[in-house]
């Protein structure tokens, strides 16, 4: 049976001649540069049905083997020249393939790239296929992890089409999309790029459609935080309905990670114009989980956290000596300016929490400290002044 071009493979089977002295010899299985050597010899083979089936091989035996991925090297060239078979199989076949020898692998990420794979994959984002169009994303993803495919990713016209991806893609294709647009944006020039296709209204709606703790997640507010470094997506986040709202929400139940970046965002429109942006958020009930991030975010999402907070005072200056410039007068400040009495309620209560919670943290850190500083010939009083010196 041939190749049917309706979709259905009918795949041929490779013919074995069995001799006499092979009948009573049990099958032994072929060694793993046997193998790799009889794949890649499919591969060449001008019967489309066995290129579909060496592909699958390959995809298959480097899946999880990083070795098997250095011995296809070989088959980049040829996988390459599949794309732009007339059949769907083969295309996803090879595409497949492609992406499992690219990973963890710079040197294949890079020769993929140097073999042309990336035009016809930049084809593949506009088909109507979604399996085919998820497999490009994907590739993408994988692809764009090399510093050195960067720069050629974004000047070969893939930032526009991701971004229209994030607009009509399906679920796991905007996932995909924002992935492979957040490792782009690692290229600090592709940033510029990403922001003139405008992007934030699709991200905005992407981070308000997923979970606040995913990676999709993540990825958004990661490259949100990118963004509002320029003037161009402050403004846009701003002036897209519930843009703020969006971050905020991250900012009080995403990831360690989410929140980190979510804060980062915050603080960037702060810091670049603090009359203008202000307001806009603390209208979205930021105090709360800013309070928290206090005490139970990362390192650098405390220091983020207490800095937005002393900014969002009415006074972001600090305080004279009579008045000291401690979080808890910068919250109440800030407090007492709040709008509604069910915020305000929120964010006293969001304080007392905090508070306490610190001063557990703080309890247990001496008390681990005196445990460690206590060997039999040192008295509790020399303890105390050696904990309270450090």
Known sequence: MGFKESGQCHLTTVPTTVTSSDADTPPR?????????????????????????????????????????????????PLVDMLRCNYIEAKEAALAALLNLAVKDETNKINIIDAGAL????????????????????ALITLSASSVNKPIISASG??????????????????????ALYNLSTHPENVSLILQTDPIPPLVNLLKSCKNSSKTAERCTGLIELLVGFDEGRTELTSEEGGILAVVEVLESGSLQ???????????????????????????????????LTVQGTP????????????????????????????????????????GEEQTGKAKQMLAEMVQVSMEQSLKHLQQRALVCTPADLTISNCASEVSSK
């Open 119 to 138: 035009e016809p994959i930049i084809g593949f984002l506009q088909s109507e296929d979604p399996t085919l169009q998820e497999h490009a994303i994907a």
């Open 158 to 179: 893939a930032i526009p089409l991701l971004v229209e991806t994030l607009r009509h893609g399906s679920s796991q294709a905007k996932s995909d999309a924002v992935m």
């Open 258 to 292: 989410s929140r980190e970046h979510a804060v980062g965002t915050l603080l960037t429109m702060c810091q670049s114009d603090r009359c203008k942006y202000r307001e806009p958020i603390l209208r979205e009930g930021v105090i709360p989980g800013l309070l928290e």
């Open 300 to 339: 650098k999402s405390q220091l983020k956290a207490q800095t937005l907070l002393r900014l969002l005072r009415d006074n972001p200056y600090p305080r004279s000596e009579l008045q000291p410039d401690t979080l808890e007068n910068i919250v109440c400040n800030i407090i007492s300016r709040i709008d």
């Open 29 to 77: 299985a072929l060694s793993p540069s046997s193998n790799v050597n009889q794949t890649l010899l499919l591969l060449q083979s001008d019967d489309v049905n066995l290129r579909v089936q060496a592909a699958a091989e390959i995809r298959r035996l480097t899946k999880t083997s990083q070795r098997y991925r250095r011995h296809f090297s070989g088959a980049v060239k």
